[in-house]
């Protein structure tokens, strides 16, 4: 009785060992690390896990950190693919080789019993700014405007601070910040007063999509750049890449990577 | 005899180096956690962190004050709720009901503490937040709506915890009170309650360490505002929720400005343990030959 208990702890402990042997020791030969904008990242993971289908032997891990964690790791070599967001800027792009995988649309999402269908640009900078505080300020019913927003880092808080407020602008203090887009949704969805900012790619008809100075986001517009509120989706690379990582990067671009990124409703720009 | 004593020091050893071996991992984390924050304590400064209004990292702004504060209030109102139920239900439980309803009660309440805390977070998302805009208006997300999902949340340890110290009250105080002629009710508000207290208090300071510690829930229904609360319908941030919801993004003197909000988190969760400690110490009776 006694021993069979020992022989069970004994086997327990060997499997744990075997296990973590296992996991940590092997097959650290070739692999990729991807690192940036936390928009990218479940795209990101969608296309490795599809690439693994073809390609098993290869190690590829995909890590959050904001587009600007991105951009720095791809420059300092830390990471071989760095992912961002949002445009880079001159200085940035030094020595880094830019792969626009595609277009990702910013969709000002509001209650589906909300009268107002289109907003302008300005407007909507008001509104985030606290300028405008009433529906009925911008045609819709008389109700105060409750603001939801994200968290600060997030990618998609940092193109719609791009695209829509400007530098100078800040979303007033009092916004609320829900730590993901489908706590957004949910938000909007309950509240008839709430307008919110979600990704295209995570848009659904739980809530009303405005259309932005006449032009609703849809697949043709973010193609064609009518649709404003956009931001591409870049991988950068340092250098020239090569090996494994050339061979990732071509089957991102081939038909079957477009495919995914399609499927992730990843728009590629036709202009 | 020689091989059993040679097996009870096996295990007595054992025992040491398991215990040693908690003690170090928690003196590590502790460790890390003070290393990593120092940075924001030094660089910023500990009073303007500490007192600082602003939170804002993008700019520079790593003003603690208003999540404090957030942490308390909320934490505040949950126990305002969930004090009186859990110490009544737990008399409840342990002296009025039979066994039946016990054997009934137990089980619900434990496995009101075995759901996880993104379902009671969820759950206030979608039901509470609207009830809350729709009767008290404003957004829905406020210190009312998180202290409502938190004292649910807590219910199940403090229940727990001061049923097993009311029914480690020895058997003798109520049948001696019950002698004395005094009725139910004044046995137990008289005899077994007071007897019970540390216990019951250490059971309220537990749930409070557990209020201030959960995050999830609370990110979910509290909205987030880092601003200081006007009224108790107002959105806050809880210290908990900073760190989570900009743990991802952090680099730089941010970083360490989350792990100084750790530090602080860890500071009032071991003051309220000394706290704890301090009562039960102070309130422990002597009873024949062992104490309560």
Sequence with gaps: M??????????????????????????????????????????????????????????????GGGSSVGIKSAQDGSADIGTSSKELKEDEK?????YNI?????????????????????????????????????????????????????????????????????????????S????????????????????????????????????????????DGSYELQRPFLFLVKGTPSGDLKEFIDWVNSSEGQKVLNEEKIIKSTN | MEKSNMSEQFIEKGLLITAMFSIFIILIILGFIIIEGLPAFQDYGFIQFLFGQ????????????????????????????????????????????NENIKNFLKPVIQTLSGIPSVVYGF??????????????????????????????????????VSFDSLCAVPNEYKEAS????????????????????????????????????????????????????????????????NIALEMSYATGLHHNALFATATILFVIILLLLVIANYIQRKYKMDVGGGTL
């Design chain 2, 54 to 97: 602003t939170w804002s990292p993008n700019e520079g702004q790593y003003g603690l004050f208003s999540m404090i504060i957030g942490s308390i209030c909320v934490t505040i109102f949950a126990l305002i709720i969930a004090v009186p139920l859990s110490i009544l239900c737990s008399i409840f439980m342990a002296e009025v009901a």
């Design chain 1, 94 to 98: 030094q020595g880094l080789t830019e």
């Design chain 1, 2 to 63: 006694k021993n069979t208990k020992k022989i069970v702890i004994v086997a327990i402990i060997i499997v744990i060992v075997a296990g973590i042997a296992l996991l940590s020791g092997v097959g650290s030969s070739e692999n990729i690390d991807i690192v940036g904008s936390t928009s990218v990242q479940p795209v990101a993971e969608k296309l490795v896990e599809t690439y693994k289908q073809t390609h098993p032997d290869a190690n590829i891990n995909v890590q």
């Design chain 2, 123 to 160: 759950f206030g998302l979608i039901v509470l937040v609207p009830i809350v805009r729709f009767y008290f208006g404003g957004t829905g997300f406020s210190i009312f709506t998180a202290g409502i999902i938190l004292s649910v949340m807590i219910l199940p340890t403090i229940i727990s």
């Design chain 2, 178 to 241: 019950l002698g004395l002629g005094a009725t139910n009710w004044q046995t137990i508000n008289k005899v077994i309650f007071p007897a019970s207290l540390p216990g019951i208090v250490t059971a309220i300071i537990l749930g409070m360490g557990r209020a201030i510690g959960e995050t999830l829930a609370v990110i979910m229904v509290a909205g987030n505002v880092p601003g200081i609360p006007n009224s108790i319908f107002s959105p806050v941030r809880t210290l908990t929720s």
């Design chain 1, 180 to 223: 993901s887009t489908e706590a957004v949704k949910q938000s909007v969805k309950q509240d008839s007063n709430a307008i919110g900012f979600v990704s295209f790619a995570h848009m659904s008809n739980d809530v009303k999509a405005l259309s932005i100075g006449g032009v609703s986001p849809s697949t043709d517009t973010i193609a």
């Design chain 1, 102 to 178: 595609g277009q990702d649309g910013i969709v000002i999402a509001v209650n589906n019993e909300n009268t107002v269908n289109d907003l302008s640009k300005d407007q909507l900078k008001d509104i985030f700014s606290g300028k405008i505080t009433n529906w009925n300020q911008v045609g819709g019913q008389d109700g105060e405007i409750n603001i939801i927003t994200r968290e600060e880092g997030s990618g998609t808080l940092d193109a719609f601070e791009n695209i829509v407020m400007g530098k100078d602008t800040k979303i007033r203090s009092d916004a609320v910040v829900q």
